[in-house]
Each structure stands twice: as C-alpha cells, then as structure tokens.
C-alpha cells in the first residue's frame, strides 16, 4: 500500500527534529540555458546563444539540500576549493541554513556544467583535480568530523568517487558512529571499491548493486534480484538494503532476503539527475524518524516521484510532498 498523506505529515512533523550530517563529494552544478537556431561555420556544430545560468549543489551536496528542504538540521562536509566555486558553494549552503565543514586541500571544487537548449541537455562539461587533491589526511578526521558524528542523528556517506570517501574516512566515522549510536548509511560507488560492514542502511543503484556482487548483468535478462542481495548481505553485513532501480521503483532487503519491490511513484520523468539523493535523503530521514524500512522506502519514493519531474538537480518540499501523495 502506497503512503498516506497523514502518515506523511506525521513524519515530516518527527523529521523537523532531526540533525543529519552528509559526508561527501560536494560539487556545483552550473546549469547554461540557451537557444540554438544556426550551425557553426567553423565546424558542424550548433552555435548555442546563452540566455542565463544557474546555480546549485551537487553530489552530497544536493543530499544536503534534500534534507534541509524537508525541514531537518542538516550539516554537509567535504572539499570546497579556495575559489570562486566554493565561494558560491558557501553561499548556497548558508541560504539554506546547512552549516558547512570543510576541508582543506590543493584541489579545486569540483564543476559540473550542463548545457540546455530548449530544455534539453546538449552535453555537460566537467571541472575537477585529481583524487588525491580531496583525500582528507586520517589525523584530520576526527578533529574535523568527531563533534558533528556525536550530535548527529544519522550521518550519510554520500561518495561520488572523486577521492574523498576512503576506507580510512568510512572506518573512522563508522567507529565514532557506533560509539554514538549513530545511525550511519552509505551511498556508494563501486568504480572506487570501499571496505564497510555492517551500516545501517546502503542504497546502490541497479548497476552499482551488480557490480558490489561481482556479478555481470545481461542486457535482457530479469534483474538477479535474490542472488545480488544475498551476495550484499554476505559481502557488507548492511542492516538494511535498498536497490534503487529507476523506473522499476525501488528494491528492498534485509538480512539478505528479498523483502519486497515497491514500484516508482513517478507520473512523468523529466530529468532523473540527483534522484538518488532526493532517495537517501528521504529513506535516511524517515528511518531516522521511527518509520520502519517498507514505509520509509513509500516516502523515499514519492519523494523521489517529484523531483524527477522537475528539469535539472532538484529538491521536494514538504508542500510538494502532500500534494503528490494527495493526487496520486
């Protein structure tokens, strides 16, 4: 059964409470809007005339603004460069009233630029510095990572694979999570294999969730759903699982067993950038706030129903929430 509108405000009104901590790859997303209505002389290829551009975070931080847009207090860590970016970065942060630790490094802030014509992308052009350049030293760690662990209701692990999500930072904030009795979850990306056991709570993606089972998938084979999870479970020991499979909803499992699929909330997908953190964000947050796994992955997904229809890296309000659940 679907979720209510009811239970949705009974939750959103335990989430107001919360204080989330994301760890993770930050980076801007800069968004150019134009029209092209030529090709170039120079070579075969459209002249885009530029009309605006926009700003937001990205990777973790569009985790964070999921959280703060839902009302929760929520903390963001990772690299910001000492430049324009990161400036920009800040201030995005700081309207939303996330508090901001960073650290620092030789990098620059990752830049994600998309090129839009007619709402559609034309390509995207990427910014960033090597690996190691976000890597946080090990000593570092606890200083900077320690007191927000501590004060934290859940902490998200939100690793996009640029560098700075290791197996020393994921061991340490695992350690001093328990030691809180934190809830932790990680969002991980296999193309960086990572060593955890036993998190609360991991949401790959179909692909993602292959590849952590060291299994191929065919093109036109149904998903491997029982054995992937039962590999999982015996691989990282997570408490619970989550497999986010786009327009087939969302896979759920405990203790390596299949617990059920719920299928995606969607009535129209425009633009599935940043889905997955809207879907983190949503089953982080209501499992923090009392809702077992089944009704918390119903919130994640209507969450996740809105922000797909919506062009770009987005955000859900709880307005926006009700409304949904309501029409549907």
Not at 33 to 43: C, L, M, V
Not at 91 to 111: C, E, N, Q, W, Y
Not at 161 to 181: E, P, Q, T, Y
Request: charged share 20%.
């Amino acid at each position: 059964m679907a979720i209510t509108a009811p239970k949705i405000r009974a939750l959103l009104k335990k989430i107001a409470g919360l204080r989330i901590l994301v760890i993770g790859d930050m980076m801007l997303d800069h968004y150019m809007w134009g029209d092209a209505t030529r090709i170039s002389p120079e070579a075969p290829v459209p002249v885009v005339d530029i009309n605006r551009d926009s700003f937001t975070a990205g990777g973790a931080g569009n985790v964070a603004l999921n959280i703060a847009s839902l009302n929760a207090q929520c903390t963001v860590a990772g690299f910001l460069g000492r430049d324009e970016a990161g400036e920009r970065l800040k201030g995005i942060f700081s309207d939303k009233g996330i508090k901001v630790l960073a650290t620092p490094g030789r990098g620059a802030t990752i830049v994600k630029t998309r090129v839009l014509v007619q709402h559609q992308q034309l390509c995207r052009l990427d910014r960033e510095s090597p690996p190691d350049s976000y890597r946080i030293e090990p000593s570092k760690l606890d200083a900077l990572l320690g007191p927000a662990i501590r004060s934290a209701d859940a902490v998200i692990i939100s690793d996009y694979a640029k560098g700075l999500i290791d197996d020393s930072l994921v061991a340490r904030v695992v350690a001093l999570g328990r030691a809180a009795g934190t809830f932790i979850a990680l969002d991980p990306k296999p193309k960086r294999p990572l060593s955890f056991s036993g998190l609360d709570l991991i949401t790959p993606n179909r692909k993602e969730a292959a590849l952590l089972a060291g299994i191929e998938l065919s093109p036109h084979a149904p998903f491997p759903a029982k054995e992937i999870c039962r590999r999982l479970h015996e691989k990282y020991h997570p408490r619970n699982l989550v497999i986010t499979l786009s327009e087939d909803g969302l896979l759920l499992s405990r203790d390596g067993e299949v617990v059920r699929q719920i299928p995606t909330a969607a009535r129209e997908v425009f633009d599935v950038s940043g889905a997955g953190d809207t879907s983190i964000a949503g089953l982080v947050l209501a499992l923090a706030a009392g809702a077992d796994l089944e009704t918390a992955a119903h919130f994640a997904n209507a969450a996740s129903g809105v922000v797909v229809s919506k062009l770009g890296t987005a955000t859900v309000s709880p307005a926006e929430l009700i409304a949904y659940v309501n029409h549907r």
